[in-house]
């Protein structure tokens, strides 16, 4: 025989489970408004499995502004670099509150490390706190290669696998040694060499200036300068035995992007990336011989275009140059798996998140 029930607490019963559902969800949400280098980034995730990096991205935006050209230059912000900041931040914060309902201790605002070296980033963190209620964090430099790991390599992996990040003025990352009694150290890995840094010092080399943007003259320096890149790969692999132990390598930065869109040419759905040494060096052929491959493909691939409109050819030879001499340099590669970690973007956003797990050990 069935039961008639009150309606009233049929109504009750209903929007308690509706709110605690949605309060729920909630809390798997997580925003991040980076100000970055040269450009605003706004990531929002939905994550699953902080320990195996198991996560969605529901939105991500991005908009361009020269900010370490403009801090170069003059040692500060420009006015306007405050002024647009300012609203952008406060206009994508208002549009992730009124679309996502995130809890405000899930959204975070920060500024890349270059902005410590402003004189005034004080007037622009005031004006974000006065018009948000939250605080700007600037990255800091000394931790930036363990935020990296933190963030790049699933946690799950930590113990059994270490990062490299080929960026513009260096390749930096670590690994995460297990001591006794549950206790973790970081170790910082670091390379003088980055894409930028690479490309300039084979542009030293070029004695003769009528040769200086000659593209076959630079293929022959590059590879002469190779021997000097190799020596301080493996110096820097001499230097952390452990390494050799570790099954799991992670990459990251400008340079695994540039190479993944343009060998690959699909759109992985993936957080990471499988990549083989073979691949690398296949694609590597292809940059220096059969460069116009890649040029008719940035025609119909948007990803493609938006690679060469950052680095040009030299540049894209130097990235690889370093991850060939990374990738050729550690014992039994054939052993191990590769990854290349695509969503670079949310590095730092992962790595804020898993500071706050209490499923995750990051005390290192």
């Known amino acids: 025989m069935l039961k008639k029930h009150n309606p009233l607490i049929l109504i009750f019963t209903f929007l308690s489970l509706f709110f605690s559902t949605n309060s729920f969800s909630q809390k798997s949400l997580y925003a991040g408004i980076e100000i970055g280098r040269r450009a605003i980034k706004v990531s929002v995730l939905d994550v ?49 509150r009124a679309e996502h309902k995130i809890l405000e201790e899930n959204i975070f605002i920060v500024a890349a490390p270059v902005f410590s070296s402003a004189r005034n980033v004080d007037v622009l963190k005031n004006k974000i706190t006065t018009l948000t209620n939250k605080d700007l964090e600037i990255l800091n430099v000394n931790t930036e290669a363990k935020t990296l790991v933190k963030g790049a390599m699933p946690p799950v ?100 992007w540039a190479f993944a869109t343009l060998y690959y040419n699909e759109n992985v759905k993936e957080h990471y990336v499988s990549l083989s040494l073979q691949d690398v060096i296949d694609y590597d052929a292809i940059l220096k011989n059969n460069f116009v491959k890649f040029t008719n493909l940035a025609k119909t691939n948007k990803e493609a275009a938006r690679v060469l409109s950052t680095y040009d050819q030299k540049y894209l030879i130097s990235a690889n140059n370093i991850l060939v001499a990374c990738l050729e340099s550690i014992p039994n590669l054939e052993n191990k798996k590769v990854f290349f970690v695509k969503e670079g973007q949310t590095i730092w956003l992962i790595s804020f998140i898993a500071d706050r797990s209490k499923k995750v050990n990051t005390n290192f």
């Open 48 to 96: 699953n499995n902080i320990r195996k990096a198991d996560y969605k991205i529901l939105s991500f935006w991005t908009e361009r502004i020269p900010f370490a050209d403009h801090i170069a230059a003059n040692g500060e912000l420009t006015q306007e670099d405050i002024d647009r900041t300012t609203v952008i931040v406060t206009d994508q914060l208002n549009k992730i």
């Open 157 to 256: 992996d930590y113990a059994n696998a270490f990062l490299l990040d080929i960026g513009a003025q260096t390749t930096k990352g670590g690994y995460i040694d297990e001591l006794e009694d549950n206790k973790l150290e970081f170790i910082p890995l670091e390379l003088d060499f980055g894409t930028m840094t690479l490309t300039d010092a084979v542009k030293k080399t070029v004695v003769n200036p009528s040769q200086a943007n000659d593209m076959s003259t630079y293929q022959e320096k590059s590879f002469d300068f190779n021997s000097i890149l190799r020596k301080k790969v493996q110096e820097m692999l001499d230097k952390n035995p452990p390494l050799v132990k570790k099954d799991k390598i992670y990459l990251s930065g400008g340079a695994v």
